[in-house]
């Protein structure tokens, strides 16, 4: 009994660690999170899983073409896109901290943007679960909020990192958002 409970507090502690990392993005560089890298590539993977799955709810509930393995494509390709992303916006940054002369690594900052993703896989499960129950259409307002809070979030991690000026912090935040957003247009007009 006393092996359980010790895992279980070892649990609880990590999941405490991995939620105060998720509010609090820019840590995950002043630390070496190696013991949280695994949570961190999951974060991105699965918001843009729920955001990919709610679109395919919503695509099954009015298009007659959408089948259930479309669906199930649909979020497959959601985790592509959410890795791609997280990828992008991490050398996007990390060139932005070149540029401004401040001296960034990218492998440190890459857990930053991995964290930065946390409060919007909580905004896309409470879209997703909304739509469950209420059959609303929120994949434009939960799913779109999500993502760009994530961006937000990533914004400020770089601009506190890098200490970079606000000008070329708005020019990443710029070149982030039309990354994101092609990365969400992808996921809407994929035609599966």
């Known amino acids: 009994m006393d092996k359980i ?4 507090t070892e649990f609880l502690r990590s999941l405490c660690q991995i939620g105060r990392l998720c509010i609090h993005p820019e840590e995950a560089y002043r630390k070496s999170y190696s013991e949280y890298l695994f949570a961190g590539v999951i974060i991105p993977c699965l918001t843009y899983l729920f955001f990919a799955l709610n679109l395919g709810i919503e695509r099954l509930s009015f298009l007659s073409s959408a089948t259930g393995l479309k669906t199930t494509l649909l979020v497959f390709f959601g985790i592509i896109v959410g890795a791609v992303t997280v990828a992008a916006l991490s050398a996007i940054a990390y060139v ?3 540029v401004s002369n401040k001296k960034v690594n990218g492998f440190r900052f890459v857990g930053c943007v991995e964290y930065s993703f ?10 997703l679960i909304t739509r469950l129950i209420t059959h609303a259409n929120t994949t434009s307002s939960f799913g779109v909020l999500g993502i760009f809070v994530a961006l937000v979030s990533v914004f400020r991690c770089l601009q506190t990192i890098t200490g970079a000026p606000k000008h070329i912090c708005a020019c990443f935040a710029a070149v982030g958002g039309i ?3 092609l990365g969400l247009n992808i996921l809407f007009f994929a035609s599966f």
Request: proline share 0%; net charge positive; no cysteine.
């Open 118 to 127: 946390g409060i919007a896989l909580i905004i896309e499960l409470i879209g």
């Open 96 to 98: 932005t901290g070149r």
């Open 5 to 8: 409970t010790k895992i279980g």
């Open 179 to 181: 990354l994101t957003m």
